[in-house]
C-alpha cells in the first residue's frame, strides 16, 4: 500500500496570502489528522477528520481550517499567513477505529517572508 | 493544563549501550500512550503503544517502554543501542474515545559509534 502523501511537499508564500495544503491518506484509512511542527513548540495539533466531518480540534485561530472529501483526502487551508505560521505541516491518517496508530505523511514545510 | 513532558532535549549514548527516552504526562483520566520516532526530512514513524493491560510494551526495532501510573510516567527504553536508532523521539498522549493527541516537545537521540 502506498503511504500517506503530501502536496506539495515546499511551499513559500508571503504574508497575508493563502494557502491549501492536500493530503492523501493511505488506501481505507478514514480518520485523517493534522499537525503543526515548530521547533519552538514541537507538534501541535490542529484537527482531525473521520468521514468528511471534524471530529477534533486544536487550539488554533479560525484561520486555520480544513475539510475532507468523501475518498478521505485531506485539505488543509490557511488563510491571511502570518510569519509565525511558518512550519512543517504533517498529516496523518488512521487504519481503523480504536488502533490510535498514525500513519504521518513526510509533510509540507511552509515558509512565510 | 494537559501536558506531555520530555525533559531531556538531547539524550547521547554510546551504542551497544542501554538507552532511556524519559517521557512523563499530567493528564486527567487514564490516557493511551505512545512513542513515535522521525527520521531527518522524513514524517512521524509509530513505535509503540500502551492502551491497557501488561505496562511492558514491546514495539518496533526492539524498543519497548514502561507505563508507571504512580509516576505518570512512561519511558523508552532500548537494551543495546544502535547507530541507526540515532533520531527524534516523542511521546503522546491520546484518550479513550478520542483522536486528540498531545505530544511532547521531542528528544534527540545520539547514538554514538
Known amino acids: 500500500k502506498a503511504g500517506v502523501t503530501q502536496t506539495p511537499r515546499y511551499l513559500i508564500k508571503t504574508r497575508g496570502q493563502q494557502v491549501t495544503l492536500s493530503c492523501s491518506p493511505i488506501?481505507?484509512?478514514?480518520?485523517v489528522s493534522w499537525y503543526q511542527q515548530t521547533p519552538g513548540q514541537g507538534l501541535q495539533f490542529l484537527f482531525e477528520y473521520f468521514s468528511e466531518t471534524q471530529r477534533n480540534k486544536g487550539n488554533f485561530p479560525g484561520r486555520f481550517s480544513g475539510r475532507q472529501f468523501s475518498n478521505s483526502r485531506s485539505e488543509m487551508n490557511v488563510s491571511t499567513l502570518e510569519l509565525g505560521d511558518s512550519a512543517l505541516y504533517l498529516c496523518?491518517?488512521?487504519?481503523?477505529?480504536?488502533?490510535?496508530?498514525?500513519?504521518f505523511g513526510p509533510g509540507t514545510r511552509l515558509t512565510v517572508t | 493544563a494537559q501536558s506531555v513532558a520530555q525533559p531531556e532535549d538531547q539524550v547521547k549514548v554510546a551504542e551497544g549501550n542501554p538507552l532511556t527516552v524519559k517521557c512523563t504526562y499530567s493528564?486527567?483520566?487514564?490516557?493511551?500512550l505512545f512513542w513515535y520516532v522521525q527520521y531527518p526530512n522524513r514524517g512521524l514513524q509509530f513505535l509503540l503503544k500502551?492502551?491497557?493491560?501488561?505496562?511492558l510494551v514491546k514495539g518496533s526495532y526492539g524498543f519497548e517502554a514502561e507505563f508507571n501510573k504512580s509516576q505518570t510516567s512512561f519511558h523508552l527504553k532500548k537494551p543495546s543501542a544502535l547507530v541507526s536508532d540515532s533520531a527524534l523521539y516523542f511521546c503522546a498522549v491520546s484518550f479513550p474515545g478520542t483522536y486528540k493527541y498531545i505530544f511532547g516537545t521531542g528528544t534527540r537521540l545520539k547514538v554514538l559509534a
Open positions: 493528564v486527567s483520566g487514564n490516557p493511551y
Open positions: 500502551y492502551i491497557t493491560g501488561d505496562n
Open positions: 488506501s481505507g484509512h478514514r480518520s
Open positions: 496523518a491518517s488512521m487504519a481503523r477505529e480504536g488502533s490510535y496508530e498514525q500513519y
